[in-house]
Each structure stands twice: as C-alpha cells, then as structure tokens.
C-alpha cells in the first residue's frame, strides 16, 4: 500500500518536472531557433525576461524526483542508472551548463562572449530534454532489466528514440505557448503572433510524434501500448487528445487565454498515461512496484518528509507560479523589448 502511494507521488514530481521545467526547456529551443543576432533579439530579449524569476525553481522538481526514486525505489534507482548513465549524464551536463549559460550571457558585454553562452543555453534546452526522454522510453520498453548493463541499445532503440524527440516537442510547445501568453501580457502583439505560430507548428508535431511513438510501442513495447490503449491509460490518452485540441482551438482564436492550461494537460496527460499505463512494473515487465519498493520503514518516513516538503514548499512555489503568470513580479512593455538592452547580441 505505502509503495503504490510513494510510486503516485513520483509520476506526480515527474509530471510536475515535465510541465514546468519543460516551459523553460521549450523556450531555450525558441532561443535557439530565433535567428541571428538582430532578427532574434525581441524574442530572445522576451525569453531572458519570461524565464528569469521561475526557471531555477522548477528543478526543486527534478530533485525532488531523485530524492524518492533513489529513497523509496533504489532497486529501480541503481537498474536505471546502470543501464542509462551515458545519457542520464549528458542530461545533467546538459543541466549545468544550460544553466551556467542563461546566467552568463546577460552580464558578459563582449559579443562573442554573448554568443557562446547563448549558444550553450540553446543547445543545452534542445539536447538536456532529449536525453531525459530517451531514457526514459528505454525505462518504458523494458531496457533496464536485472544485469543489463550500459548500452546504446538501451536508450537508442526505437521507442527511446520517440520518446526523446517526443520531450523535444512538447517542452517547445510549452515554451511557445507561455512565451505567446507573456507577449500578450506585455502589450507585445507582433511577439504574441510570432509565438502563437510556433506553438501551433509545435503542437502538429507533438500529436503526430504521439500517434507515431504509440505505433511502435505496440512491437517495442507491448506492456506499455496495451496500458495505453485500455483502462486508466486510454482515459488519460482520450484527454491528451481533447486537450490538444483545445489547446489547438485556444491558439487559433485571437486572445485565447486558455492556451497555458490547455497545453499543460496536453503533457501533464501523456506523461501520466505512460506512468500509469506500466502498471504494476516500474520497468516492464521485469520490477513490480512493490519488488523495486525500499524497507516498508524507510517508506514510512520518506512519506512524512513528503508530506512535509509538500505543506512547506509547494505553497510558495505556486504562489511564484501565480505572481509570475500575473505579471506581478516586473513589468515589460513591447517598448522595452524594441528598445533592446543587455541580451541584444544573444
């Protein structure tokens, strides 16, 4: 009982990872993808000013999956581990400097200093959430058995592929999205329809990533389509469906607020249908959740320092969410974005 509940609140700290950290993952792509120095400054310029108050807290959620996963599932913990370090390594690699790029590039005034941090923060957003992915799809088509050991097989197979292209594209439809409601915010049209576009070009891409990757899950990794395509799994997979239409529906008309909510629950949906369609296995077909589970004592405590971090943290966290969305925390006005500043040369 204590093991399903603690495997709930890691698909839940995963799919919080997913969306939040996603948004900015997705808005280094559109870094990345903006242009040269002058046609990409405004949305750059946007990008440094939408991400700065909130993209150091969304990895309170990817610790926050580690510290259970290797807490309550060390079995799964060290199988995982052993069998996916290269790209797990390169995701946190891809982390650090992402990381060190986004806080260097603002401050550095000679251009080319500019250009190589931006450059490691863009390609850094595009390769971190791939590699997360392709493990991940390894982890689903039941590449990290007892004794298989480090191997490209066990994150470049078929799946892994998917999976990883397919966190690429979601976490840009997320960046696009938020990006288009924070022009709208700013009085900035011309970036609130740049942005709206891409989000809609990204959302055709996710759906026929989606339809493509549960293709090649029924041969690469029956457990998980038939998760899919029956029970809870079909729900979930039904929801995803509605909410990229709505979010669809939302891009298109001019002004839709909905856009952020709609595109959450396009993500949030997926990335619940996956956990939940691997049901009863942490790694199919090979680690139940109760053999891959910790000593029922450390299960008990790690639910009560769950319980804790929640009550303690999760207000504040969402309170920057709220004061962020609402645009309390500072004000831009499409005269600051065209005005330029310290990211121009980006």
């Known amino acids: 009982m204590i093991a399903g509940i603690i495997a709930a609140v890691l698909l839940l700290a995963v799919t919080a990872y997913a969306c939040a950290g996603g948004a900015d993952y997705g808005a280094g792509f559109w870094d990345l993808t903006a242009g040269g120095a002058r046609r990409g400054r405004r949305p750059r310029e946007l990008i440094d000013h939408a991400m700065a108050p909130v993209w150091e807290v969304n990895n309170v959620w990817l610790i926050f999956v580690l510290v259970i996963m290797w807490t309550g599932f060390p079995v799964l913990f060290q199988r995982v581990f052993t069998a996916m370090w290269l790209p797990l390594a390169l995701a946190a690699v891809g982390i650090v400097l992402r990381g060190a790029g986004f806080a260097l590039r603002k401050p550095v005034r000679r251009l080319a200093g500019r250009r190589l941090y931006g450059a490691m923060f863009a390609v850094s957003s595009l390769l971190t959430p791939f590699f997360l992915g392709a493990a991940a799809g390894g982890v689903a088509s039941g590449r990290a058995a007892a004794g298989t050991g480090a191997s490209a097989d066990a994150w470049s197979n078929p799946t892994s592929v998917l999976f990883g292209l397919l966190a690429v594209a979601t976490t840009s439809l997320l960046g696009a999205v938020f990006l288009a409601a924070d022009a709208r915010r700013y009085a900035a049209p011309g970036l609130e329809v ?153």
């Open 194 to 346: 740049y942005f709206r576009r891409r989000a809609l070009g990204a959302l055709a891409v996710v759906a026929a990533l989606a339809l493509t990757t549960l293709a090649v899950t029924h041969g690469d990794a029956p457990h998980v389509w038939h998760g899919l395509t029956h029970g809870v799994g079909l729900v979930l997979v039904v929801l995803a469906a509605l909410s990229t239409l709505a979010t669809a529906w939302s891009l298109i008309r001019r002004g839709g607020s909905g856009s952020r909510v709609t595109a959450v629950g396009v993500v949030a949906c997926a990335v619940l249908a996956w956990g939940m369609a691997q049901r009863p296995y942490l790694i199919p077909t090979s680690l139940t959740v109760a053999q891959g589970a910790g000593a029922p004592t450390t299960l008990r405590w790690l639910g009560l320092v769950t319980v804790v971090a929640v009550v303690l943290v999760l207000p504040a966290v969402v309170l920057l969410y709220w004061l962020d969305t609402q645009g309390e925390l500072e004000g831009l006005t499409d005269a600051d974005l065209r005005r330029g500043g310290a990211g121009d040369e980006g």
